[in-house]
């Protein structure tokens, strides 16, 4: 599969993105998605993650209530919504798809990676 990420850019904080992927050679279903993301000279974190075939999804403590991970199966597409984005959510945010069942939630547990796409929020 691969995977394509989208729809990064600067916005101001307590603004909204959302941030897409889009995956081809395969369907979404096949996999567990997440998103990953890297603040420089920083390790790279798990933002939310979805599991294959069920509806569990799991967030870092610090992005719950703010962000949601979703799929749209017709599109082959996973989507990150982020709202009342802060300037500690400045990051390259990665796409990922896992190959085994359960939440991939640590970048070793990730199979396939997208290209990156920057958020940049302004305080």
């Known amino acids: 599969v691969q995977l394509q990420a989208s729809g990064g850019g600067l916005v101001q904080a307590g603004g909204s993105l959302r941030l897409s992927c889009a995956a081809s050679g395969r369907s979404i279903s096949s996999y567990g998605m997440a998103w990953f993301r890297q603040a420089p000279g920083k390790r790279r974190d798990l933002v939310a993650a979805s599991a294959r075939g069920s509806s569990s999804t799991s967030y870092a403590d610090s992005e719950k209530g703010r962000f949601t991970i979703f799929r749209d199966s017709a599109k082959n597409t996973v989507y990150l919504q982020m709202n009342s984005l802060k300037p500690e959510d400045t990051a390259v945010y990665y796409c990922?798809?896992?190959?085994?069942?359960?939440?991939?939630?640590?970048?070793?547990?990730?199979?396939?990676w997208g290209k990156g796409t920057l958020v940049t929020v302004s305080s």
């Open positions: 990922a798809a896992r190959i085994g069942d359960g939440l991939g939630v640590s970048p070793d547990a990730m199979d396939y």
